[in-house]
């Protein structure tokens, strides 16, 4: 394991961490001795992923809010910065994934799917970031996905949010980075999570298919998604600024003969 002595006691805010690729950049930073603030839609599924931080020995705290409200957000942060100090890292992570042809899309969907994701990180940057322009300091990672570039079956209002979340962090890495604030994407391939695994196994040979389409020839975990993010806060990446690194396997590297 790589080592990053400069994560020691730093403070790092990750939404959406009760599972899934949240709960693998939970605990990969716990393994440098971070200290985690968990947040999670349910008090119930972010005390879970505390639990295994903290039986790593690690310092962990569940923050529970939903990013798609600002209030919640704002009350978050401010009970989190008076118990921690300072927030050192945001990980914009929080994410739905509904599946719905563009015609029958109701305004549920297409309104929640807009606000976990790109308002998410609107609110969570502007409760967090001013701070850490104030400082000088800290590091932003907003998970992406490759729907930001290419739309799939299905993902019309996912991908649009993508997109969109994708200039809000390009816009964010613009603007602060004169600060010292770094923002970076990271955009996860094929990871095998509850967001995906109805879908991945809704047709027989459906996850085969995906799997031939990714050159490394095996989706991903949310431990190779983690490796990078905590990269990405490291002083290794001090001039990785406005970056989208694709975790994915190779995915959007190239196309099957059709
Ligand atoms: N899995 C993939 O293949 C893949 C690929 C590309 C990008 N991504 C992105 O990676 C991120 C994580 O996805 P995942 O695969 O780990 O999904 P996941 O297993 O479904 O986890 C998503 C987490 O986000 C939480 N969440 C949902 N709405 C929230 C809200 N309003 N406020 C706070 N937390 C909320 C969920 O909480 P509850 O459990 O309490 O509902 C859950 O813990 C998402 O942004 C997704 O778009 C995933």
Not at 111 to 138: K, N, S
Request: proline share 3%; charged share 20%; glycine share 10%.
């Amino acid at each position: 394991m790589a080592s990053y002595p400069e994560l020691e006691d730093r403070v790092v805010l990750v939404t959406g961490a009760g599972r899934g690729i949240g709960r693998g950049i939970a605990l990969a930073f716990a393994e440098h001795g971070a200290r985690v603030l968990v947040n999670d839609l349910t008090d119930e599924h972010a005390r879970e992923t505390v639990e295994a931080v903290r039986a790593t020995g690690a310092v962990a705290d569940a923050v529970p809010a939903d990013v798609a409200d600002r209030a919640a957000v704002r009350a978050m942060v401010s009970a989190a910065v008076e118990r921690h100090g300072e927030i050192d890292a945001l990980v914009n992570n929080a994410g739905i994934n509904v599946v719905s042809p563009f015609l029958e899309l109701s305004d549920d969907v297409w309104e929640r799917t807009q606000r976990i994701h790109h308002w998410g990180l609107f609110y969570c940057a502007q409760e967090v970031a001013p701070r850490m322009v104030a400082r000088g300091d800290g590091s932003i990672v907003v998970i992406s996905s490759p729907a930001a570039v290419e739309t799939y079956e299905g993902q019309t209002h996912y991908a649009s949010a993508k997109a969109g979340l994708q200039m809000l962090a390009f816009g964010l890495a613009w603007e602060l980075g004169g600060s010292g604030v770094r923002t970076n994407l990271v955009s996860p391939g094929w990871i095998e999570t509850e967001l995906n695994r109805e879908y991945l196994w809704s047709e027989p040979d459906l996850r085969e298919r995906v799997v031939r389409q990714i050159p490394l020839g095996r989706t991903g975990s949310p431990e190779d998604v983690a490796r990078a993010v905590v990269w990405l806060c490291t002083n290794e990446a001090a001039y990785v600024n406005g970056a989208v690194l694709r975790v994915d396997g190779g995915l959007l590297a190239g196309r099957l003969k059709a």
